[in-house]
């Protein structure tokens, strides 16, 4: 099984809008509505943003917001500001016999 | 709230074995599932397997299977991850994650611990 498959990288301005798109396939994104996004600043663990591909726990800005259309889940990040920029990573539950989920390649986000 | 507090950094050799654990606390820990990721410099996270310690179960990745092993101690608060005949290739950081019951994400995750395997 592949991971999902994400941009290397995406930068923005400050008070920018940026979107992050992660594709995967009818197996995994395109099948079920259990997609999440992580927050990983350098030398951290990941932090969770969104989970069941629109919700955002308690915490976490409403800057943040996810979707999906087909096969492709999308992570927002709107008013980007100079702490958004870190690596972030998409994952889905997988029907496969294999595995339970898989994750994205990553995006790393630069604050310009 | 609730915390994963891991073990600290591990170097070994190829062909050996190494046991990171995972300490909850600040919740319920027999009605969690402990999910073990790990990632590898540069990459994304890999699902590597999860337990069940309220019903005893656990899963792996195809990947993984036969050479990882998931345990839990229910009196303690914490799940253990055991990988054998280590290679040069397992070098990654290893993380624990908690899920609720009805989850399909994985939050919070432990601090992770860097396993090292070099002759």
């Known amino acids: 099984q592949s991971a999902l498959t994400q941009p290397a990288s995406v930068s923005g301005s400050p008070g920018q809008s940026i979107t992050i798109s992660c594709t995967g396939t009818s197996s995994d994104i395109g099948d079920y509505n259990y997609v999440s996004w992580y927050q990983q600043h350098p030398g951290k663990a990941p932090k969770l943003l969104i989970y069941d591909v629109t919700n955002r726990p308690s915490g976490v800005f409403n800057r943040f917001s996810g979707s999906k259309s087909g096969n492709t889940a999308s992570l927002t990040i709107s008013g980007l500001q100079a702490e958004d920029e870190a690596d972030y990573f998409c994952s889905s539950y997988i029907s496969s016999n294999t595995l339970y989920f898989v994750f994205g390649t990553g995006t790393r986000v630069t604050v310009l | 709230q609730v915390q994963l507090v891991q073990s600290g950094a591990e170097v070994k050799k190829p062909g050996s074995s190494v046991k990171v654990s995972c300490k909850v606390s600040?919740?319920?820990?027999?009605?969690?599932?402990i999910t073990w990721l790990r990632q590898a410099p540069g990459q994304g996270p890999e699902w590597m397997g999860r337990i069940i310690p309220y019903l005893s179960v656990t899963n792996y990745a195809q990947k993984f299977q036969g050479r990882v092993t998931l345990t839990a101690d229910r009196s303690t608060g914490t799940a253990y991850m055991e990988v054998s005949s280590l290679r040069s290739e397992d070098t990654a950081i290893y993380y624990c994650?908690?899920?609720?019951?009805?989850?399909?994400?994985?939050?919070?995750w432990g601090q992770g611990t860097l396993v090292t395997v070099s002759s």
């Open positions: 600040g919740g319920t820990f027999s009605t969690y599932i």
């Open positions: 994650a908690k899920s609720e019951r009805s989850d399909w994400y994985f939050d919070p």
